[in-house]
């Protein structure tokens, strides 16, 4: 996994970097500033999709992360399902025959295209780098090789944080993410329960009740958390 390309950006991430804390964001504008994209997210992923965010070098980024955390859909959730990157250079033409939900969402930010890449161990789901542009543009080969270097370090970094290393710095308790996905596992119980409905019917219904309402799902989650929002179908309306 380590090539020297690879090794390269982590030397160079490391050099630059204040404190173990500093590194995630630290790979993303070096990723940002080496590669024809607006911007870069890190996100956790588990077999159930998204995990949480890591860093964001913009609200773009940041937005994109959660448009697809909400929706369950999106390249990031088919690229780390896959364990295949998903390159969409141009999301106005496949992105609404793909996933019709998050085409409109990330249109609408003023994304135009994305290039997933998934962080994988074997097959140990960790998370995905996601590039976006906001023109239509693919990567060229020789930067699609550099895209591949700068995931193979964000793999390595990952390990490194949750594990600890020596070239990297001590480890850290818990890995900081910039949103917590607690929340709607918790939220996700609840509504199984109201609802009298698997977990992962639960969460599909907390899904559509976040697009329809045009909320972030963390967002309803809470309400559900704090008995503002029943999913029990004698209080419902929905």
Known sequence: MESRRTAEILSAVVADSVDVTDLPIGLLRACAH??????????????????GTIAATDGRALQL????????????????????????????????????????GALTAGIRAV???????GAIRLGILDLYRDSPGALSGAQLT?????SDAATLLLLHLQAGSAAIGPPSESLPVLD?????????????????VSLADALLL??????????????????VLDGIVDFRPERDGH
């Open 34 to 51: 080496a590669l024809p994209v607006t911007g870069v997210g890190l996100a956790l992923m588990d077999d159930r999709g998204p995990a």
């Open 65 to 104: 992360e959660e448009l697809q955390f909400t929706l369950g859909e999106g390249p990031c959730v088919d690229a780390s399902r896959s364990g295949r990157t998903v390159l969409q250079p141009d999301l106005a033409v496949t992105a609404p025959f793909r996933w019709p939900a998050f085409a409109g």
């Open 146 to 150: 550099d895209a591949l270097s700068f």
């Open 115 to 121: 290039f997933a890449l998934p962080l994988r161990v």
């Open 180 to 196: 917590d996905r607690a929340e709607v596992h918790q939220a996700t119980g609840i509504v199984s329960v109201h609802a009298g």
């Open 206 to 223: 907390l899904r559509a009740r976040a697009y329809t309402e045009h909320r972030a799902i963390g967002e309803l989650a809470r309400d």
